[in-house]
């Protein structure tokens, strides 16, 4: 009997990663993409995924988090040994002219113990219509929802939006997973 790896809590994300491959290749192209995957790098499954993914692709990678949420070293190393160039930074700011997607995710609240510890990096990164108007040409943003604060909802209606795109992926994608396991090909 197949069976499909649909997460492992805090670890991965497999077939959220499917649904963001085809958003992103929908979009634009999968080879040599420029990515900044920012917010909760530590915890949040769908990056670890996803970077393992765009891996393959030949992706250039800037993480983009706080010092308390980075993406695990281990993760790093494996990227690293893969041969994907991947850089670090806390500056948002400094990625935005140099991207082809922008993936943001929210800081996961339920992921710390400590309220205060959550307080200090809860609003860290918050994407504006006026902080996208410096963005690169035809740069998309995307996130795996749902969203805390991270992304205005004035963000919505800019031409960057594909976050809505990307949910409705979900489905469609998971159903040609199933019809993969159950025959018939996709």
Same mark, same amino acid.
């Given at each position: 009997m197949p069976v499909l790896n649909a997460g492992d809590g805090?670890?991965?994300?497999?077939?959220?990663?499917?649904?963001?491959?085809y958003t992103i290749k929908k979009e634009s192209h999968l080879e040599n993409l420029s990515i900044a995957l920012?917010?909760?790098?530590?915890?949040?499954r769908t990056v670890h995924s996803l970077a393992y993914a765009l891996s393959l692709f030949?992706?250039?990678?800037?993480?983009?988090s706080p010092a308390s949420l980075r993406m695990p070293d281990?993760?790093?190393?494996?990227?690293?040994?893969?041969?994907?160039?991947? %850089? $670090?930074?806390?500056?948002?700011?400094?990625v935005i002219t140099? !991207? /082809?997607?922008?993936?943001?995710?929210?800081?996961?609240?339920?992921?710390?113990?400590?309220?205060?510890?959550y307080k200090k990096v809860a609003s860290c990164y918050r994407i504006t219509p006026e902080f996208m108007a410096?963005? %690169? $040409?035809?740069?998309?943003?995307?996130?795996?929802?749902?969203? !805390? /604060?991270?992304?205005?909802p004035s963000v919505d209606e800019t031409p960057h939006a594909r976050y809505f795109q990307q949910s409705f992926?979900?489905?469609?994608?998971?159903?040609?997973?199933?019809k993969m396991?159950?025959?018939?090909?996709?």
């Open positions: 805090a670890g991965h994300h497999p077939t959220q990663t499917l649904l963001d491959l920012v917010g909760d790098l530590k915890y949040g030949g992706a250039d990678i800037t993480l983009v281990s993760i790093k190393s494996d990227l690293s040994c893969k041969g994907t160039q991947v %850089r $670090e930074t806390c500056d948002l700011g400094e140099n !991207v /082809d997607v922008l993936y943001m995710t929210r800081i996961q609240r339920e992921r710390f113990p400590d309220p205060v510890e410096g963005a %690169r $040409e035809g740069l998309i943003v995307m996130h795996p929802l749902p969203r !805390v /604060d991270e992304i205005a992926y979900g489905v469609p994608v998971r159903m040609a997973l199933l396991l159950i025959g018939g090909g996709c």
